[in-house]
């Protein structure tokens, strides 16, 4: 697959807009200094001002994010506040910088033999998926798209995908229980010869998704998270183990085939 790869060194990115959708803040930034990410590929964020230096220190390391969107020089970022360094990064708005490295990693590849796509995100993780159903349309490919949530503010976060159908563990939207039931479904439904599975979301659903889709011999792409504190090959700190051994998921991920997952509860990937 050809790789997009990132200018050397950070870059400033401003501000341009901040949006809330229910649980999760959009940071808008005007990147005119890097090439146009692949769906699937992610950038190492920093805040310019007010990053680490407090209580602990913290946050110090730059933290890892999916694109969510790209175009005409902006970027957006889906972002949840689970820590000090989302809780700083979703507060960013206009006026304020980002400083921004990528894109990283390698990105969702096309699907095979023309296969029909059906994205299966989880939370934040729809976050990949919203480009790439872009990406796939603006090619002539409808996907089908299924998203899980825990709960109706979490939920919100659909309205950036087009023709999502939900589930949420709470049942306050959509099907009351998890998105992988929804997927079973869609396969049952559906000739299993004919789809290809693209996945983002908690470790539980990836693996959830992986096994599912290797039992009925379903090809599926799944975007993994685990703890990365360069991005770009150089601190090993986001080693995960294959059937081909231990790899970098920041330059060979973070998109992996499923088949080449004994488990996608690879140790590291938090939430
Ligand atoms: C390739 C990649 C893409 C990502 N895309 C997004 C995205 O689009 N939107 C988004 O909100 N988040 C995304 N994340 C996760 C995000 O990087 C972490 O939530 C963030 O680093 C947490 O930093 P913190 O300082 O807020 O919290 P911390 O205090 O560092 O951690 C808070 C909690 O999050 C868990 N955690 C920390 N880092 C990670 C991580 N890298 N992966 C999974 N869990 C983690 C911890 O175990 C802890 O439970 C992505 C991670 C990776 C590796
Ligand atoms: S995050 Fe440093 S090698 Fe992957």
Not at 45 to 55: D, M, V
Not at 208 to 223: F, H, K, N, T, Y
Not at 247 to 263: F, M, N, Q, W
Request: glycine fraction near 16%; include cysteine; aromatic fraction near 6%.
């Amino acid at each position: 697959m050809t790789r997009t790869t990132a200018p050397f060194g950070r870059r400033a990115a401003p501000v341009t807009a901040r949006e809330q959708h229910g649980a999760y803040a959009v940071v808008r930034c005007r990147d005119t200094g890097g090439p146009a990410p692949r769906p699937g590929q992610f950038y190492m964020l920093t805040a310019a001002e007010r990053w680490g230096g407090g209580e602990g220190e913290r946050p110090f390391l730059p933290r890892a994010f999916s694109v969510l969107r790209a175009g005409a020089g902006e970027l957006q970022f889906l972002i949840e506040d689970v820590g000090p360094g989302t809780k700083r990064l979703s507060e960013l708005g206009p006026g304020e910088d980002l400083l921004i490295v990528g894109p990283l990693g390698n990105g969702f590849a096309s699907p095979r033999e023309g296969r029909r796509p059906i994205l299966v995100g989880g939370g934040v993780g729809i976050a990949p998926l919203a480009i790439w159903q872009d990406a796939l349309g603006a090619g002539g490919t409808e996907s089908r798209v299924l998203l899980g949530f825990r709960d109706g503010p979490h939920a919100a976060g659909a309205r950036l995908l087009k023709s999502a159908t939900l589930a949420t563990d709470d049942g306050s939207v959509g099907h009351q229980g998890l998105v992988t039931e929804l997927l079973e479904d869609e396969l049952d439904a559906h000739d299993d010869d004919g789809v290809e599975v693209y996945a983002c979301g908690p470790p539980p659903m990836l693996e959830a998704v992986r096994s599912i889709c290797m039992d009925r011999g379903v090809p599926a792409q799944l975007a993994l998270e685990s703890g990365m504190a360069c991005g770009f090959g150089a601190c090993f700190g986001c080693v995960v183990p294959t059937v081909e051994g231990y790899i970098r998921l920041c330059v060979d991920g973070p998109v992996l085939d499923a088949h080449k997952l004994e488990s996608a509860l690879v140790a590291g990937a938090g939430h």
